[in-house]
């Protein structure tokens, strides 16, 4: 039977799990398309508990920033786990880079794998075996990753305090334009973008098929876009039109206006940008 205090981490866990979608799909955003979602998700996870377990209230911190710490540096691991294991195959692949980046400047042409081997003094297959460990690396990319690791590849500096208000009011347009969606609309953008649901489930809680939640799903990506340029960047809005459609467009916008004010779209987030959960 659960303790008190092993119920209270409990609690305190499934409150804060959306933090660790949102950490993800931030760190997502500025590493190879190829890095693991689910990989992150559960070290995310992970440490959300032991967050959870070394969390002492006492210290005036607020768990979300206090988790919010730990849950990145569990996904940089993570990354760094990912990373390439050896020092020496490291080197070697930049050394059989640097030969192909020497031998087509000298070529004009991309140079065979005999010709990059004539120039390292190794064999073929010696090459061969080199391209392979390139090819299995997941945070190793000869298409711009060639010497990055976890910590090169993550470079984006902490916003200063106008950036971090510019990106907060963004944040609160976004969370009253979801709220602004027609009721399918809001119902599949909240159940497979915010609560992470497969696309099964929510097809079948509408009653429709994965395709048509799929076609919703951009429908409503091509309305909140067009929502939030109208109010952030209209330059980058879509021209107005005349119909129908086009005069539920515009009241869709207007109702994302009317829905708050630069202190509840602030509200929406805390003073770290993080998001603040939603009251029940």
Known sequence: MMSGDDRRR?????????????????????????VNRDDLMSAGYAALVHAARGFDDSRGVPFARFAAARVRGALLDELRGLDWASRSVRQRARRTDAARQELTAELGRNPTAPEVADRLGCSVEDIESADDDVQRAVVFSLQGFTTAGADDMVTEPSAGPEEMLIRRERLGYLRHAVEALPDRLRAVVQGYFFEERPMARIAEELGVTESRVSQLRAEALLLLRDGLNTHLDPALAAPAKDGCVARRRTAYYDQIASRGTLKTRLAVTGPDGLPVPVAA
């Open 10 to 34: 409990a609690d305190i866990v499934q409150e804060h799990m959306p933090l660790v979608g949102h950490l993800v799909r931030e760190m997502l955003a500025r590493v190879p398309a190829h």
